[in-house]
């Protein structure tokens, strides 16, 4: 399996921009697709992005796309979420996955490693 470790999360007041970073190590870390879900309080862990391993595809929920960019650099093995314009709504608990092949299904089922995940809250 892959570790993750999630890192830049915090307090932002509405319309700031945040990026998120996934630091990824283990055999072979760098031929994982990688994603980024969120959760609530309450609420399924929904898919917000996706990146293959080569980094060549991607995938956004629709309700986002465009705020939000994913990237990995396969050299560091790290995945960046780079999230602009939030919204309180955008306020979660962050986790990055990691899983055998790029999924855009929108289920956590397909990633088999998980960060520990890092909260991000958009508040004025």
């Known amino acids: 399996q892959v570790q993750l470790k999630e890192s830049g999360g915090g307090l932002v007041q509405p319309g700031d921009s945040l990026r998120l970073s996934c630091a990824a190590s283990g055999r072979a870390a760098s031929d994982y697709a990688m994603a980024w879900f969120r959760q609530v309080p309450g609420k399924e862990r929904m898919l917000v992005a996706a990146?293959?391993?080569?980094?060549?595809?991607?995938y956004y929920a629709r309700s986002l796309e465009g705020r939000f960019t994913i990237t990995r650099d396969t050299a560091e093995n790290t995945v960046a979420l780079q999230m602009k314009n939030l919204k309180p709504e955008d306020s979660a608990t962050y986790y990055c996955?990691?899983?055998?092949?790029?999924?855009?299904?929108?289920?956590?089922?397909?990633?088999?490693?998980w960060g520990q995940g890092t909260q991000v809250t958009v508040s004025s």
């Open positions: 996955a990691a899983g055998p092949s790029l999924d855009m299904g929108g289920s956590p089922d397909p990633y088999n490693s």
């Open positions: 990146i293959s391993w080569s980094g060549s595809v991607t």
